[in-house]
């Protein structure tokens, strides 16, 4: 009941991460849902998602590539498409309205947000999955970009100690925050990590870093 | 998961791409090992090295370690819920399922999550603390079918020493019993030695009013702003019983 729930940030950087998840339901519809649900991520492609995902099979680098992840979709694939512009997304939620393809469509984002996407695409919220965040030993958790940049892998599969290693290299000028980015993403058999977001969250510590050292 | 010593250069390539945090340099021989104790078989180091020699590779797991692959690796299937991952369909497909209905609280209580990874010692903790609160686990979920006895959250006793990157207790409970339940999560983490991520789902009106919300105001519990959103476009809706179409 998470995946693409539980992203740590500000609002200002949550804004901008945007996280489309479709698929069937068993016994529903999931029987010949292959080609709609291949139907789905071509159509957040050309409609401006900065990444599509298949958690089935796994991400574009899992399979060799994008075309192979696209092939590969299975009728009870659960798929994700990511968007770091608003509007792209309220336009893609315009085109899968319109388009009635007829499974499940879940909006991962700021609730207040995903209500006007919503609203201004003629569809409202039927039902919502709230985080109330970590308990226990929290004291255990790093804090920061290292704890934003985790979370926005719902299963875990981007080690810390990978994060520090591309912030030191950041820091040190021999990645830049894109190079960074995309590092984290292959790591993300899912394909949800907001690269854009990753990226700009690299270059605010890179200033950061800066600062300290001016 | 295992190294092959013999082949093993040394190069520690593979080491940063484990969640856990399993994989260490041997300094006397100077060889990548990994602690079989910490691993939780996720396959993140044997997909993301690509070690040059080959030397990453994944040995016959037999029960109960195996249950660490299955509720670790997301490439897993399991026969429960049918779909890749740790989880269920849970409220993704509610639009067609109906599975939460108006009045009630879905609750996800993700063990191990983010980044410790949790014992199933810890994992039946918290499965029995809200199983004597009169909890039914969510039969669909892969947790619930390792368990011994599903009333009192117990486990087989050969799980309790197997570790994993995650796994979500997952049930439904009416409203009137979601604020008693958080005093009974309040209790148990200060029980346990990892963390768990919460989350609470909910059906919402033609308002779109998120209807736990004021009580979790009132009561003073923080909720993030952000969360995931089912927006109705599934065929056929499922429409519940009194239910204005």
Redesign the interface.
């Known amino acids: 009941m998470t995946h693409t729930l539980h992203r740590v940030g500000n609002a200002e950087s949550l804004r901008r991460d945007i996280v489309f998840t479709y698929m069937p339901s068993n016994n529903i519809n999931h029987v010949g849902s292959a080609p709609i649900i291949r139907r789905f991520l071509e159509m957040c492609r050309d409609l401006g998602a900065i990444k599509i995902g298949d958690t089935r099979k796994g991400n574009e680098y899992v399979q060799g590539s994008l075309e192979n992840m696209l092939n590969n979709i299975e009728d009870r694939a659960v798929v994700e498409a990511v968007f770091d512009n608003e509007e792209k997304a309220i336009i893609a939620l315009k085109a899968l309205k319109e388009a009635d393809l007829g499974l499940s469509l879940v909006v991962s984002g700021l609730f207040e947000q995903t209500r006007q996407c919503c609203s201004k695409a003629g569809l409202k919220m039927h039902t919502v999955n709230q985080s109330l965040g970590r308990w226990g030993r929290t004291d255990k958790l790093p804090d920061g970009a290292v704890l934003e940049l985790n979370t926005m892998c719902g299963h875990g599969m981007v080690a810390v100690s990978l994060i520090e290693q591309a912030i030191e290299k950041v820091k040190a000028r021999k990645w830049t925050p894109e190079k960074a980015a995309e590092n984290l993403f292959k790591c993300c058999i899912c394909g949800i990590i907001n690269i854009t977001r990753a990226a700009e969250i690299f270059k605010a510590l890179t200033k950061e870093n800066e600062k300290e050292n001016d | 998961m295992k190294i092959n010593s013999d082949l093993c250069t040394g190069c520690g390539k593979c080491?940063?791409?484990?969640?856990?945090?399993a994989i260490f340099k041997d300094q006397g021989k100077n060889i990548s090992v990994i602690d079989l104790e910490e691993c939780v078989e996720?396959g993140?180091c044997l997909?993301?090295a690509k070690c040059s020699v080959d030397a990453i590779y994944q040995q016959e797991l037999a029960w109960p370690r195996s249950v660490r692959s299955i509720m670790s690796d997301?490439?897993t299937?399991t026969k429960e819920s049918?779909?890749?991952?740790?989880?269920?369909?849970?409220?993704?497909?509610?639009?067609?399922?109906g599975r939460?209905r108006y009045g009630y609280v879905?609750?996800?209580i993700?063990m191990?999550?983010?980044?410790?990874g949790t014992y199933f010692s810890d994992v039946e903790k918290v499965a029995m603390a809200v199983a004597s609160y009169g909890v039914e686990f969510e039969t669909r979920n892969p947790l619930t079918s390792l368990m011994s006895d599903q009333s009192t959250g117990k486990f087989q006793d050969e799980l309790l020493g197997e570790k994993v990157?995650?796994t979500?207790i997952?049930f439904t409970i009416p409203v009137e019993k979601m604020l008693g339940l958080?005093e009974v999560?309040?209790d148990v983490?200060?029980k346990?030695?990892?963390?768990?991520?919460?989350?609470?789902?909910?059906?919402?009106g033609?308002d779109?009013v998120?209807p736990?919300?004021h009580i979790?105001d009132e009561a003073g519990?923080?909720?993030?702003?952000?969360?995931?959103?089912?927006?109705?476009?599934?065929?056929?809706l499922f429409i519940e019983k009194g239910e204005l179409v």
Do not use: H
């Open positions: 080491n940063v791409f484990c969640p856990v945090g996720c993140s997909r993301q997301p490439l299937i049918g779909i890749a991952g740790r989880g269920t369909e849970e409220m993704k497909t509610n639009d067609v399922t939460f879905g609750v996800g993700e191990g999550r983010p980044i410790l990157l995650s979500i997952e958080l999560l309040k983490s200060e346990i030695d990892t963390v768990f991520s919460l989350c609470f789902v909910s059906r919402l033609d779109e998120i736990i919300s979790l519990v923080w909720y993030a702003p952000n969360g995931k959103a089912n927006v109705g476009l599934g065929r056929p």
